[in-house]
């Protein structure tokens, strides 16, 4: 089956700047969409951002103008460029197919805070 590997995730200070990367290991990724969500206690999994099969990115309002999301479709991985983080971005992050049915990785837990 296909895994996905998230890292990047760490401590990082109201304004700062974070770049999450996911690794996929499926035999091509130019066919799906992909997407980066978000988890953490207070709240459900949300979808983050959106990249289809030809580059063009869609993002949740209120991530938009801070996170770009990136895809390398032979290097088979996607990217999530995190700027101007506040408090309210900590949660664990999750990269996947969009709409798919691959199993989810382990994340990586994004941390802002002074």
């Known amino acids: 089956q296909v895994h996905l590997v998230e890292s990047g995730g760490g401590l990082v200070q109201p304004g700062g700047s974070l770049t999450l990367s996911c690794q996929v290991s499926?035999?091509?990724?130019?066919?799906?969409?992909m997407a980066w969500y978000r988890q953490s206690p207070e709240n459900e999994r949300e979808l983050v951002a959106v990249?289809?099969?030809?580059?063009?990115?869609n993002y949740a309002e209120s991530v938009k103008g801070r996170f770009t999301i990136v895809r390398n479709n032979a290097e088979k991985t996607t990217h999530l460029q995190m700027n101007n983080l506040k408090p309210e971005d900590t949660a664990t992050y999750y990269c996947?197919?969009?709409?798919?049915?691959?199993?989810w990785g382990q994340g990586t837990r994004v941390t802002v805070s002074s």
């Open positions: 996947n197919r969009y709409g798919g049915s691959w199993p």
């Open positions: 499926a035999t091509t990724l130019n066919i799906y969409y």
């Open positions: 990249i289809s099969t030809s580059g063009t990115a």
